[in-house]
């Protein structure tokens, strides 16, 4: 698995969410989390939770954090719906260093009763992929701001938090390669 | 999916991971996650992870929580790994709410650099599961007493993260209906 | 799983074999059957079937009863291809109750020699899904009429086909969690 | 996908269910099913389903006709469970040709409200399989004599039927090999 | 399976890599493999690997040999891939009878240093295709003619590999169908 | 993937068959291709080929290389068995370097008519395996002496078999991440 974070920045259209996007970027051909920071301002043709597109939901931030993490192994739903929510509370666990009470509610993360991410996973025919988006300022939803971080903040916790994710799926990885099947009652 | 409180205690011997544990005790043809407190004392032959058992590992405890989950919905072992690191974030998260420093690392919990928890994942043919377990007395690891949580607690907690859980497990398959197909770059 | 039966008319165009149509038109976040009445005309678009789109078959019914059945739990061709001839044997069992000499030949049903069905299965990225549609009246193919069924036993027949299907897999989800894998030789 | 029906009659123990078995008794290296008659005296090591095994249930007929089906396309126990109920139906609507009130519930079959038949279906690592018999005489419930059938019919039933499962399953391969995808609302 | 070898030339444009244009083509609801001769002139639209759309790569052959393989039992990547591979080393060993020096890299096969053959595979949500084309001639990459192969070769060719596939998919089909589960430590 | 060839001799007695051995070996959490030479004789309890079994074969050879294969991604039988034929024709390119008339038929390698390896693939809960040996020296089937090799050369060819099969692999992985999912017709 490839972790990677962008120091140019980079706007989140929703084209990104796209399979095989990594590749085109940067000729990855691992499963990869790539971090990046940028507007958010997703296209309605690019919605993947027809829940928003329904409600004509406006997806715009003018500053987030962006990570990208895709993976080849299995086309399952249930799958990258587990992985997604593992992420959520991943990010929690790394945000909850620098401000107590933050709060998980599937795959949203609040701060002050204020929503402070957004986040979709789906599948094609050839890879999984989650998009998860973290606000640096915003003035109405919650952001870093609200945790007490700065500008100065920003590159360290893309950091952090790609490689706790890589960390914890090339530790599972390895987990389920000593453990035997179940016995039947 | 079924949650199951029991009211009275069982010892945890390790035959509790076994596929249909659920229907042979209870009738359940549900997924499930059952709860329970007893004695933990894994029989070698019920060692699921071989970790433990080339080490000749003891996992013993007098006083544990346990919770043991079953899936039915596929035999993927990354799933139920996906599913068991999930599952153990969710009890830190809960925790976290009497304990400020419990720290995860994959499926194991700290306390005060104590490891409070034990678990293990695993599929048979049939079905998938996972076994985790929380102290509630221990001298040399960590435990409740570690939280500042005494025996009155224990009941109502047992409670709160099996539905914690199951809220979780229902949510995602509610999520995962309403998005679309991921488009290809 | 939901189990709705549609009160208002609704023309089937193909569109509604589109996966997360449910979703669309109710907001159901189940896997779903669904049932309504109306005219069929399946636009060359909207044809699954490459077998009427080679041959410019035209599949229109001026009255129909249709069923449209999602599951979420896997994308394999398979499983929704014995999900749709079971769902067939289904329809003949209730329509027997009425008429003694109906024949199920596949996904087709046949009363006098008559065709008395139209059915379509395949699969997305994200959903299966069943389209099953019986004639009302029909001048040339087979109909309700034929079976001495008329306007009056609508309603009921949608309900009871929809619910028999519902049942059936509600019955095979609690069956399965039950059965011990198989030894082998 | 090999069809048998044996001459000789062989008793069912249990021990048939196992994965394998056809390949053992006659070297047949395809997807299988074999008919054959004889006593079903289930040997309670050999009982799949926990329900009998819990209940301590005798699984006992004089004169059985029996069906071994084996897959190995998968090992997906919704796929074997899907396929075991379309086996159901299919014998309804044979033994339907001879006698007019029979009612299946899952994959049982009742005449005159007495049980005419049993079965089970699950999987092993390498196959899936179903077990389907039928009585022919039994003094407490349903049989062939209370469909008007006598030993003349034992035969051509066996036949019949199991070649009415190796068509369809022949059609069900063809069918989704002309099927494209579906579209997404 | 089915194995066909057409007798009237066809070119390659890159949409026969499509799924279902064997059953458009030629009726066929079996996996297949089909044989012809033709241009190859792959079209910016329908280019399956990303690496030659980027560098807008020409795949260009005035004369070659076409392999076209589908199965539809699986939509795993991996399985694709591995079948493309084995389909590869098998077209190696068919040449190597012609010359001995062929040098197999993954999908491609050289010739005195000069590739000779283009291979692309992947899925989509119903079926798995490869395609695989030979130089027959050709001024810069290799061909026949360095295996020292002519006109008169080329149809007897087609026919072997085509079988040669053919035969080791069905021996494979069979193999796989008398292997007992693997133990575990 | 690990790749690994083990200094000391160890003999084959199908036990290393297994799933886990290597972790249980050499505490190998990653998929893994482990070549060692060394007596092959494969008790009874320990034959995952019925054919075998059946026949009453013994599997003997005073001195063999062996390779044991073990991937964690699928429980899939076919590709398991596309593994196994891969890497049958992989033994095939590195030993025809060394020898002009090496012929595969399925799994099986042949030197002047003379048999020259053992091969068997399946399957657990947890993870596919392959066992592939080859003579060294044997009086009656075939060996590397019939190829001009002697016992200077095992150890090379050990490790350029093993390294040929783990390059393959990593590139297969590579490749199936810059594939876009194949258009319909």
């Not at 991943?90 to 402070?116: C, P």
Request: proline share 1%; glycine share 6%.
């Amino acid at each position: 698995m490839k972790c990677l974070v962008l120091d140019e920045k980079m706007d989140y259209d929703g084209s990104q969410i796209s399979s095989l996007w990594a590749y085109n970027l940067e000729d990855i051909q691992e499963d990869s989390i790539i971090a990046f920071r940028g507007v958010c301002d997703v296209k309605i043709e690019h919605m993947i939770d027809l829940e928003d597109k329904k409600q004509g939901d406006i997806i715009f931030s003018t500053d987030m954090i962006h990570f990208i993490i895709e993976h080849f192994d299995s086309s399952d739903l249930k799958l990258i719906y587990s992985r997604q929510r593992l992420f959520t509370a991943i990010v929690k666990e790394v945000l909850s260093e620098y401000h107590n009470d933050i709060v998980r509610q599937g795959d949203d993360l609040f701060v002050n009763g204020k929503k402070l991410t957004v986040s979709i996973a789906s599948t094609s025919a050839v890879s999984q992929k989650i998009h998860f988006g973290i606000n640096v300022v915003h003035d109405f939803y919650g952001s870093f701001e609200d945790l007490g971080l700065g500008n100065d903040d920003v590159a360290g916790l893309m950091d952090k938090i790609a490689k706790r994710y890589y960390n914890e799926f090339i530790d599972i990885e390895k987990d389920l390669r000593k453990s035997r099947p179940l016995d039947v009652i």
